[in-house]
């Protein structure tokens, strides 16, 4: 009768894993039962704490805990590293765990909620990494969806390949020396720019034309013109270093998603953290989050 309950059942703890792995690649990954799990979050979990996601004191062993119902520990996932996880990467990993307990909790049973897990499955990466970025995860996924929607669209032929910049304040593109901001005269709907107004997309097939939309649905306000005398200073290799200008402009309060022409899709963060969703069938998740992009493909 346990494994109708999902945290009770074998493969949910081995989807957990497989899930950690995959952020967490250069980890050695393990399996351990609830007494052990108990332990090391009793030792280094917080009081005031879910627990869902704790590391020890030099930050080199992360472990994953399962629960059940009632909020007893079932099983944990260890992760064990040669060297300290970085603090980003971290933030991270407690997100996407956080999400996966969230999940337990809408769909706990194994047979009749089946269907739900499969959904819940296909948005875990985009809600974590909603979580991570700036912006409400509500509106971050209406503007993701919104973005691979149109990577199916074509300019005179060509794949739809886009750049947009999302901030909290017009002014902190309108003043950054990345960019030149120039100003709409009125807003213009996100679903308009991208799907009704061709002339957008005519814009931003050369690559140095970038979308600038405010956040809270509020629109697209403007566009950002690369500035090409400016030495930018920061350090950017994912998803290319072309993009280092533009990716200056990329401030607090502020984050960009580029669409290639390859259909693969960038989400840049202000701290330097890059997601990418690639087109390929042989997806590789990267070992790290600064400069390098945590790749992710919606699959169960």
């Known amino acids: 009768m346990e494994y109708r309950i999902r945290s009770h059942n074998n493969l949910t703890c081995n989807e957990l894993k497989r899930l950690l792995t995959q952020i967490y690649p250069e980890s050695v990954s393990d399996i351990i039962d609830a007494e052990q799990t108990n332990n090391f979050v009793g030792e280094f979990g917080e009081p005031d704490h879910r627990n869902d996601f704790v590391e020890d004191s030099i930050g080199k062993i992360l472990v994953a805990s399962l629960k059940d119902e009632n909020g007893s520990f079932v099983s944990g996932i260890r992760l064990s590293f040669q060297r300290k996880v970085a603090a980003e990467r971290v933030r991270f990993g407690h997100f996407l765990v956080k999400i996966f307990a969230d999940d337990l909790r809408l769909a706990p049973d194994y047979a009749s909620d089946s269907e739900l897990w499969i959904s819940l499955q296909q948005t875990r990466h985009i809600r974590a990494i909603g979580k991570f970025c700036p912006f409400h995860t509500r509106i971050f996924v209406k503007l993701l969806?919104?973005?691979?929607?149109?990577?199916?669209?074509?300019?005179?032929?060509?794949?739809?390949?886009?750049?947009?910049?999302?901030?909290?304040?017009?002014?902190?593109?309108?003043?950054?020396?990345?960019?030149?901001?120039?100003?709409?005269?009125?807003?213009?709907?996100?679903?308009?720019?991208?799907?009704?107004?061709?002339?957008?997309?005519?814009?931003?097939?050369?690559?140095?034309?970038?979308?600038?939309?405010?956040?809270?649905?509020?629109?697209?306000?403007?566009?950002?013109?690369?500035?090409?005398?400016?030495?930018?200073?920061?350090?950017?290799?994912?998803?290319?270093?072309?993009?280092?200008?533009?990716?200056?402009?990329?401030?607090?309060?502020?984050?960009?998603?580029?669409?290639?022409?390859?259909?693969?899709?960038?989400?840049?963060?202000?701290?330097?953290?890059?997601?990418?969703?690639?087109?390929?069938?042989?997806?590789?998740?990267?070992?790290?989050?600064?400069?390098?992009?945590?790749?992710?493909?919606?699959?169960?």
């Open 145 to 300: 969806r919104m973005w691979e929607a149109a990577s199916s669209l074509r300019y005179e032929g060509n794949y739809f390949s886009a750049r947009l910049l999302i901030t909290r304040k017009m002014e902190w593109v309108a003043k950054s020396d990345a960019v030149n901001y120039i100003s709409f005269s009125r807003p213009l709907a996100l679903s308009a720019a991208l799907f009704e107004e061709k002339w957008t997309r005519a814009l931003m097939s050369g690559g140095d034309v970038s979308l600038v939309s405010q956040a809270r649905d509020k629109g697209v306000r403007g566009i950002a013109i690369i500035n090409e005398s400016f030495v930018g200073s920061r350090k950017i290799a994912a998803p290319h270093r072309s993009l280092e200008t533009w990716c200056s402009a990329i401030v607090p309060g502020t984050m960009g998603i580029i669409t290639s022409e390859l259909g693969d899709l960038h989400i840049i963060l202000p701290d330097g953290t890059s997601f990418v969703k690639s087109q390929s069938p042989f997806l590789k998740f990267s070992g790290d989050f600064m400069g390098l992009p945590i790749a992710w493909r919606e699959a169960g």
